[in-house]
């Protein structure tokens, strides 16, 4: 009993003890927080970018039923940064119009997945007074 007592007292009585360990934890487990949440953000602008793709196309071809420019009226509505590819079209008194939307790489304005997120909406033409 007493060589145990002993035992215990020198593993209490090191000089560092457990100094560090927290650093080590930390440092261990920093990258993994850092890429989740990277992982997580990335997930964000991609649900993001089917919002924009949606949007424009609404918006362009509300333009293009009315006798406005398409792509003008669909990039207006784009955040700065967001690239897309905008085509209307006619089909008898309908307009069409679709939006493809790339999809950046953690931030806009950097670079894009070679990833299109694509939109599409319709309107009917509008007579002009």
């Given at each position: ?6 035992l215990?007292?020198g ?20 990258p ?45 509505h ?19 119009a ?23 909406a319709?309107a ?6």
């Open positions: 009993m007493g060589r145990r007592r002993l215990v007292a593993l209490r009585g090191r000089p560092y003890g457990d100094r560090g360990q927290l650093a080590v934890e930390f440092a261990g487990l920093l993994v927080v850092l890429v989740t949440i990277a992982v997580l953000w990335q997930a964000a602008l991609t649900g993001y970018a089917f919002v924009l793709a949606g949007n424009a196309a609404d918006r362009a071809a509300r333009a293009a039923a009315t006798g406005e420019a398409c792509g003008q009226a669909g990039r207006e784009l955040p700065g940064g967001w690239t897309a590819r905008i085509s209307c079209g006619r089909d008898g008194d309908m307009v069409r679709e939006v493809a939307v790339r999809v950046p790489v953690l931030f806009p304005g950097g670079a894009d997945f070679p990833l299109e997120i694509s939109g599409r319709g009917a033409r509008e007579a002009r007074p």
